[in-house]
Nanobody, 115 residues
Framework: QLQLLESGGGLVQAGGSLTLSCAGS????????MGWYRQAPGKQREFVAR???????NYADSVKGRFTISRDNAKNTVYLQMNSLKTEDTATYFC?????????WGQGTQVTVSS
């Protein structure tokens, strides 16, 4: 069964750091463009970061310089290193795998940043 399994969320104080992981099960993440999205209560899901199969990386302006996306193909895992966290980063973070026509989502992991 194909799954994207996110982990690493939690409660952290403003200014702190967290690293999210997205592990693929039944899917080779290296064949997909991988992304992280987030959704805060009452808001639409928004783009956070993307890494393509070729290694190109894009970030939302709101996280540039603070977040780093990376992938370890040997571990079939994509990471999101989040530094200098702000209260406005509080959201459920979702992993996304995009193979063009087909896209898959993980179940999400909650990140809460306290002031």
């Amino acid at each position: 069964q194909l799954q994207l399994l996110e982990s690493g969320g939690g409660l952290v104080q403003a200014g702190g750091s967290l690293t999210l992981s997205c592990a693929g099960s039944g899917i080779m993440l290296s064949y997909n463009n991988m992304g992280w999205y987030r959704q805060a209560p009452g808001k639409q899901r928004e783009f956070v970061a993307r890494i393509t199969t070729g290694g190109s990386i894009n970030y939302a302006d709101s996280v540039k310089g603070r977040f780093t996306i990376s992938r370890d193909n040997a571990k079939n895992t994509v990471y999101l290193q989040m530094n200098s966290l702000k209260t406005e980063d509080t959201a459920t973070y979702f992993c996304n795998a995009n193979a063009g026509i087909t896209t898959w989502w993980g179940q999400g992991t909650q990140v809460t940043v306290s002031s």
